[in-house]
T-cell receptor, first 113, second 113 residues
């Protein structure tokens, strides 16, 4: 298996622009997690899905952030409009719902100017 | 959810055992202890987990005290490639038997030649 795939690996954009991050979980996994990592706040869970349904989005910072999982093999995290404080590394992870071990993708490094 | 306490940094000589401690004094009876590590610029990687018995796999050993209030991750023969941030996490249970992991700041382990 190729593991969790994220794209793009790097994104540089200007304040106010829309940003879309993409994730393909490991085939067969039915839980998907979006995290954000910064030096100041460490690794924060933004939202997670179980069987394509959002279970907990309490970590989503504000309405500018939204996440979707239209099918078992694809998820997006969208920021609109983006702000400089959104600059971070965004990780996607997946797991089996019955097994808590999470497998992480390589991350997307987002820079908002 | 139980929180964990880890030393911010540790050093270890190459070839020697690295013993990374973690306190989780408020852990509840059904919560597991997980260890992940994050090598610079990569996504976190699962290492090992346990409930109350000691566990060993090809990467490490996990020793959990009898009262479950603390644990130690042991890398028996540390190499330079083991230099990373090590996270000790206790699980949280949510609907659908999914476990949301709550991440702290971890221990930055430096393995020195």
């Amino acid at each position: 298996d190729a593991g969790v795939i994220q794209s793009p690996r790097h994104e540089v954009t200007e304040m106010g622009q829309e940003v879309t991050l993409r994730c393909k979980p490991i085939s067969g996994h039915n839980s998907l997690f979006w995290y954000r990592q910064t030096m100041m706040r460490g690794l924060e869970l933004l939202i997670y899905f179980n069987n394509n349904v959002p279970i907990d989005d309490s970590g989503m910072p504000e309405d500018r952030f939204s996440a979707k999982m239209p099918n078992a093999s694809f998820s997006t995290l969208k920021i609109q409009p983006s702000e400089p404080r959104d600059s971070a590394v965004y990780f996607c992870a997946s797991s089996f719902a019955s097994n808590p071990t999470q497998y992480f993708g390589p991350g997307t490094r987002l820079t908002v100017l | 959810d139980a929180k964990t306490t880890q030393p911010p940094s540790m050093d270890c000589a190459e070839g020697r055992a690295a013993n990374l401690p973690c306190n989780h004094s408020t852990i509840s009876g059904n919560e597991y202890v997980y260890w992940y590590r994050q090598i610079h610029s990569q996504g976190p990687q699962y290492i090992i987990h346990g409930l109350k018995n000691n566990e060993t796999n090809e990467m490490a050993s996990l020793i959990i005290t009898e009262d479950r209030k603390s644990s130690t991750l042991i890398l028996p023969h540390a190499t330079l490639r083991d230099t990373a941030v090590y996270y000790c996490i206790v699980s949280a249970h949510n609907a659908g038997n999914n476990r949301k992991l709550i991440w702290g700041l971890g221990t930055s382990l430096a393995v020195n030649p």
